[in-house]
């Protein structure tokens, strides 16, 4: 009997052990609305047995949404969450020794309403949610090999397009910005996401048209949009490390070398990376030249700014830090990122730091022909200008830029961002140019030895706050935006130029000899600040008010100073010297009505603003004081056809102002043979541009279309005078108002995918054209020039996991081109572009792949030989470990030796052909490491 008790008791002590042990699995996680982010309290959860669907577990959320279910065993669960008016949450998981709490983080709950202005494409994964006027990608919907990046996921993407530089096209228009969860990445650099980011790290890639900060914060629609990508990153991939390190060895010199890490915890990100190369592949993004170029001219920005700058060029033609593929590269950069959002988002911090350095060194050879109109006075007299240039450069660029945004929410009703970048730029220019003219007749005409050395230091500073509130009304807001910029620019250089003419029978008459040192001080600082107001006048109107006043001083003070009799620069030239002062005040306000109901939404208005010019000589002591009266009109049309197909119609006008160096009253004689002047009277001209596009998606044959267009024309342009002296064969060329012409341009843009279910490949086609007609004045005769192109492709893909992946394409283009003067000369012709890429996979972890173009350009009137380049990549790789994230790879570049460094273009009055040194043929051997330790659960809450 005692026995019997005690193997009882042993018993129940066993059976409630394996009871507590087979018994301590939960799920938890918390609901909220997917735009509010309201709590959901009391949201009904339930767990079901995956098996039958029979009711396991069921519990009410709490106050802040958060849920919690114990007590569960191993097994395979249906997760169903249900609250009034919204759509139910159902996901499918399973517990285990290996996962015994499955925290499914925070849901994200849709209401029915909501959910009824979304499509949603699916296939044996949903490929495609179109849900406003955003398009949403499922990456899982697309073949992601190991280790590939996010710019491979991107390529397979109907209606996007990325080119050999890492350029991405979406919708025919250029994608400016590649955010990561929402969040800027490395700032203004997209290829840092596309080429970086693992593309098995992706969950969602949205395409949109980013509003602005003011739209987005009141819901009115202000026109101000950039094209964008959002990578959406899946949760178990927010916690943990990822990175790169990749180096390689070529022959004739050429290497390679980059190292990236990321470490991400939740919200909070942190990267660095370093790159090295001459291979011109890595280290140059196709945005260098937004980086380190500015704006000319003055604009009014929608947000009723106003922005004021000179060229960011000196007299002499400073190096701008872009490599257009002229030249040997050397490129080194490297940068730092940190971005984090704490206690539930209400602060936000982005920012990065970034260095980098180019240096470029290359040869060009330049064949032109300047074309001159008829003197009826003389039949006889010389039409034609033959150069020949030989030019050897060696340019190099520092620069450093730290920038950082921090946001807070204020309260419910108010926000507050403040952003500052600071620019660092050094440069050097190195330029030798030996060049020969020739007449019609082939006789000599002018001979000349130049030589540039300028040296460039440049300081940029921007700041911008901006403050928004909303009231108790709906629709009810008021914003204010401040931004105050500096730039100062400091260039000393050298010009060395011996020019000899020669008379109709080739002997010598004359010798010109430029000696010259240059010194080029310009400052610019400006001042916006716009008051914005919008009122609600009934559900479907709103009126947005406006206010904005404005300040812009620049400062050029730009001296040539001739060599003396001691060999020192110190002779001061006045006719290539001059301090000019130009000064603007602006008074902006604005009116815009925003009309939106049902499928439709309205917004048209205008902006009126008055300007106050003050331009001052300093050497004459001349001022200068004007008053202008811009009209800023704009109006938008979008209607929703359905849930899959949108149409959206607009216009806008703009004045722009002439840059400080149009007017600027100084001769520049950096090309000795081709002179410019300043013009201080010049005034804005207008432009009127109307846009539209059309897209839509078929959800049964997985069809998509996209079509754009656009047209636009100037009144009062500003256009080029060049006269020539034909006995010398030196031009002079002057900006001027050309107010009784309208110079136009247009394009209008196709494209087209669809999938065939039956061989499962994917047909893109696109057509498209543009044109332009703009004028110019030739010895004071106006020049009117006409130009038209016509293109279209046709692309064809197919992916096979791990199997293989093949994309071609090609297209035809023709080119018609006439202009007033010289009519029995033109630019007509055809071409013929073609590109691919290729994967195979083979066995042992083995890649053998490839990529090339074709370019062909027929013969014209203007160029009697056709111009015909292929140009063929090829990799083999073989890849080790577990992951294959370790890859030994034997590449070539330009495996028919063909890319020629060549680029050729006419007009009426001008044919050029241009030669110059460009990276070619080689071979590289390089091993690259990729590494990842991320982890899932959900991040704790700060």
């Not at 990799?875 to 294959?884: C, D, G, Q, T, V």
């Amino acid at each position: 009997m005692k026995f019997t008790i005690t193997a009882l008791v042993l018993f129940c002590v066993c059976s409630l052990s394996a009871f507590a042990q087979t018994n301590n699995y939960s799920v938890k996680g918390v609901a909220v609305d997917s735009v509010a982010n309201v709590k959901l309290v009391n949201t009904s959860i339930s767990v079901l047995n995956a098996k039958d669907s029979t009711l396991r577990k069921f519990t009410r959320a709490a106050a802040n949404g958060s849920f919690s279910l114990t007590n569960l065993n191993k097994g395979k669960f249906i997760l169903l969450v249900t609250y009034p008016g919204y759509a139910d949450y159902v996901e499918h998981f399973t517990l285990d020794s290996a996962k015994t709490t499955f925290n499914v983080g925070t849901i994200a709950m849709n209401l029915k309403s909501r959910l009824l202005k979304e499509v949603l494409i699916k296939g044996t994964v949903a490929a495609i949610k179109i849900k406003g006027d955003t398009t949403e990608f499922n990456a899982k919907a697309y073949t992601i090999q190991p280790n590939s990046k996010v710019e491979d996921l991107l390529k397979q993407l109907p209606g996007i397009q990325v080119d050999k530089d890492g350029k991405i096209t979406a919708q025919g228009q250029t994608v400016q910005k590649v955010l990561v969860d929402g969040e800027e990445f490395f700032g203004d650099d997209p290829t840092l996401v596309t080429k970086n980011i693992r593309g098995d790290m992706v969950d969602k890639v949205q395409l949109y048209d980013k509003k602005s900060d003011q739209a987005t914060f009141t819901g009115i629609d202000d026109g101000q949009k950039t094209k964008t990508i959002n990578i959406k990153l899946k949760e178990d991939k927010k916690n943990g490390y990822f990175g790169k390190l990749d180096a390689g060895i070529g022959t004739d010199g050429y290497y390679q070398a980059q190292g990236l890490y990321n470490k991400f915890k939740g919200k909070k990100k942190f990267s660095v990376y370093g790159v090295g190369a001459n291979t011109g592949k890595i280290g140059l993004s196709w945005q260098d030249n937004n980086k380190l170029g500015t704006s000319d001219g003055m604009q009014f920005t929608d947000d009723g700014g106003m922005y004021f700058s000179s060229s960011g060029r000196d007299e002499l033609d400073s190096f701008d830090g872009r490599y257009n593929n002229q030249g040997i590269p050397k490129a080194y950069t490297g940068g730092v990122h940190y971005d984090d959002k704490w206690k539930n988002d209400k602060y936000a911090l982005n920012t990065n730091y970034k260095a980098g350095s180019l240096e470029v060194d290359g040869t060009r050879n330049n064949k032109s022909q300047q074309n001159l109109p008829e003197n009826p006075a003389d039949p006889t007299a010389n039409r034609v200008i033959k150069t020949v240039a030989d030019n050897t450069f060696n340019n190099s660029i520092f620069r450093q830029k730290l920038d950082a945004t921090y946001s807070v929410k204020l309260d419910t009703t108010s926000n507050l961002k403040i952003s500052m970048d600071a620019t660092l730029k050094n440069s050097d220019t190195h330029t030798r140019d030996t060049s020969s003219s020739r007449r019609e007749n082939e006789s000599l005409l002018n001979t000349n030895q130049k030589r540039i050395d300028n040296s460039v230091d440049q300081q940029l500073y921007n700041a911008t706050v901006f403050y928004n509130k909303k009231f108790k009304k709906p629709g009810r807001t008021i914003s204010l935006n401040v931004s105050a910029g500096r730039t100062e620019n400091k260039a000393d250089g050298f010009l060395r130029s011996e020019i000899d003419y020669f008379d109709l029978n080739s002997a010598p008459t004359t010798k010109e000899i430029i000696d010259q040192r240059k010194t080029d001080n310009t400052k610019t600082s400006r001042l916006n600040t716009n008051l914005t107001y919008t009122e609600p006048i009934t559900k479907a109107l709103a009126i947005v008010f406006n206010y904005g006043f404005g300040l812009n001083n620049s400062n050029a003070d730009r001296k040539s100073f001739d060599k003396s009799a001691g060999g020192e620069y110190d002779q001061l030239n006045t006719l290539l010297s001059n301090h000019y002062i130009f000064n603007q005040t602006s008074n902006q306000g604005g009116i815009n009505f925003n009309y939106k109901k049902g499928k439709s939404n309205l917004r048209f208005g205008t902006r009126v603003t008055n300007v106050d010019y003050k331009q001052e000589n300093e050497v004459n002591n001349m001022s200068i004081s004007r008053n202008f009266t811009n009209w800023s009109p704009q109006a938008n049309y979008s209607y929703k056809i359905s849930t899959y197909s949108n149409l959206n119609l607009g216009y806008y006008g703009n004045q722009t102002q002439p840059t400080i160096d149009q007017l600027q009253p100084i001769l520049v004689n950096t090309d000795p043979l081709n002179i410019t002047v300043g013009n201080p009277n010049l005034k804005p001209s207008f432009t009127n541009s109307f846009y539209g596009y059309y897209n839509m998606y078929k959800v049964l044959s997985d069809q998509s279309i996209w079509l754009n267009g656009n047209y636009s024309f100037t009144t009062n342009p500003i256009v080029n005078n060049v006269v020539t002296d034909k006995t010398l064969g030196k031009s002079t060329s002057q900006s001027i108002n050309l107010p009784g012409e309208k110079p136009y341009n247009f394009s209008l843009n196709l494209d087209m995918s669809r999938k065939l279910g039956f061989a499962g490949i994917n047909v893109n086609a696109r057509l498209n054209t543009d044109g332009n007609t703009y004028f110019s004045l030739q010895d004071n005769a106006v020049n009117k020039t006409r130009s038209n192109t016509y293109g279209g492709e046709l692309g064809l893909s197919k992916n096979k996991e791990k199997k293989y992946s093949i994309y071609l394409s090609g297209g035809p283009n023709y080119t018609l081109a006439q202009s007033s003067l010289n009519k029995d000369i033109n630019n007509n012709g055809r071409g013929f572009n073609a590109r691919y890429w290729v994967q195979v996979y083979l066995p042992w972890k083995i890649e053998v792949s490839s990529d090339g173009q074709y370019q062909y350009t027929a013969a014209t009137q203007s160029f009697a030989n056709d111009f015909r380049q292929t140009i063929i990549n090829a990799r083999l790789s073989k890849a080790f470990l577990k992951s294959e994230g370790l890859k030994l790879t034997l590449s070539g570049n330009d495996l028919l030796n063909q890319n020629a460094g060549f680029t050729r273009s006419a007009s009426s009055t001008f044919i050029t052909e241009n030669r110059y040194t460009t990276i070619r043929r080689y071979y590289m051997v390089s091993l690259s490491w990729d590494f990842s330790g991320m982890g899932g659960g959900t991040p704790a809450k700060k």
